[in-house]
Nanobody, 123 residues
Framework: QVKLMESGGGSVQAGGSMRLSCAASEYIDCDVDMSWYRQAPGKARELVAAIDFVGDITYADFVEDRFTISRDSAQDTLSLQMTNLKPEDTAMYYC?????????????????WGQGTLVTVTS
C-alpha cells in the first residue's frame, strides 16, 4: 500500500499560520483524490478539505476561508496552508488518498491514510 507522510505540524499561537505537507512514498501512475482530515481528542475524525483528481476543491464549513488546499501532481504532494488558526483547530491532521476512476486494479493500494501530524493552537 502507498505510504503517505505528513509534515509541518507543531505548536502555534492563535491567529498564526501553519503549512502542512503530505508526500507519497512512490510515484502514483493514475489520478487520485486527495484530502485532509483532522481528529481532535475525544471527537470523530472529520473532513477539512479535499481536492479531487480534476482539481475540484471542497472545504468544511469551519474552514471559513482560512485554509487553502493545493496539490502538485507531478511530485504527488499535497499541502494545506492554514491561517488565522484558532484553539479549536487543535487536532491530529491526516492526509488521505483515494483512487480515481482510472486507477483500475490499484484501488486497495491507493486507499491510504497518513500517520498524522499534530497541530496545537494555543490561546
Amino acid at each position: 500500500q502507498v505510504k503517505l507522510m505528513e509534515s509541518g505540524g507543531g505548536s502555534v499561537q492563535a491567529g498564526g499560520s501553519m503549512r502542512l505537507s503530505c508526500a507519497a512514498s512512490e510515484y502514483i501512475d493514475c489520478d487520485v483524490d486527495m484530502s485532509w482530515y483532522r481528529q481532535a481528542p475525544g471527537k470523530a475524525r472529520e473532513l477539512v478539505a479535499a481536492i479531487d483528481f480534476v482539481g475540484d476543491i471542497t472545504y468544511a464549513d469551519f474552514v471559513e476561508d482560512r485554509f487553502t488546499i493545493s496539490r502538485d501532481s507531478a511530485q504527488d504532494t499535497l499541502s494545506l496552508q492554514m491561517t488565522n488558526l484558532k484553539p479549536e483547530d487543535t487536532a491530529m491532521y491526516y492526509c488521505k488518498m483515494d483512487p480515481g476512476p482510472e486507477c483500475i486494479g490499484s484501488e486497495d493500494r491507493l486507499n491510504a491514510w497518513g500517520q498524522g501530524t499534530l497541530v496545537t493552537v494555543t490561546s
